[in-house]
């Protein structure tokens, strides 16, 4: 077994992807020093023997644009979750792949908790309270880009910087011609009316 000590960080090992933390045929192929066509052929025998709730939800076939001697190609890989990852490397041996195991193992915690940093409680659940008399009289819950401001405020928050993207800023500009213009209508027929 040829292994080597890569010099892959954690974050090149290790991705999320949406709310999974994942790694790929390709890193591991790499990282363990191993051809990646038989790091595709072990993922395919684990896809016949083990169960297909357990190959579904941790393995997923992609093909990928790679550069192969000086053309490029599609290349056939996998995506796989921690476990997914921890089934594949069962078999990888010996004191440098245990090494390794942990070396991944680690990343795959730090991506974990990464995820889960940017997904605490508190911000998957904004809630909008409306207070009478000191008192909490209702109370709604609010999208992470929806935000809640007085009138005479709203003004500043478009003018501050990267606060609204262009498009947005584009969209309000639109909406506040078309309102000017309809205002503008109703003035001028009134005006004729009078």
């Known amino acids: 077994m040829n292994l080597q000590q890569s010099k892959n960080t954690p974050t090149q090992l290790v991705f999320i992807n949406g709310q999974q933390t994942i790694t790929s045929s390709l890193i591991v192929a790499d990282y363990f020093g ?25 393995f997923r076939a992609n093909v990928q644009n790679q550069q192969v001697g000086t053309s490029q190609r599609d290349l ?18 010996g004191a440098k792949a245990a090494e390794l195991k942990i070396n991944f193992i680690n990343a795959f915690n730090e991506a974990q908790a990464r995820l889960s940093r940017t997904q605490s409680p508190f911000e998957r659940q904004r809630m909008l309270f409306t207070w009478e008399g000191g008192k ?21 928050y478009i003018r ?5 993207s262009l498009e947005q800023l584009i969209e309000i500009s639109e909406a506040a011609n078309q309102q000017i213009a309809c205002i503008a209508r109703i003035g001028r027929e009134q005006a004729r009316l009078s």
Do not use: W
Not at 76 to 93: A, E, H, I, P, S
Not at 138 to 155: A, C, E
């Open 34 to 58: 191993k051809m990646h066509k038989n790091v595709l052929r072990k993922i395919e025998e684990i896809l016949v023997e083990a169960p297909s709730d357990f190959t579904s939800a941790h």
């Open 136 to 156: 909490i009289v209702s109370s709604q819950p609010i999208d992470d880009d929806q935000f809640v401001t007085r009138r005479d405020k709203l003004v500043n």
């Open 160 to 164: 501050e910087p990267r606060f609204l």
């Open 76 to 93: 056939k890989c996998y995506q796989m979750t921690k476990d997914g990852f921890m089934f594949l490397v069962m078999g990888f041996t």
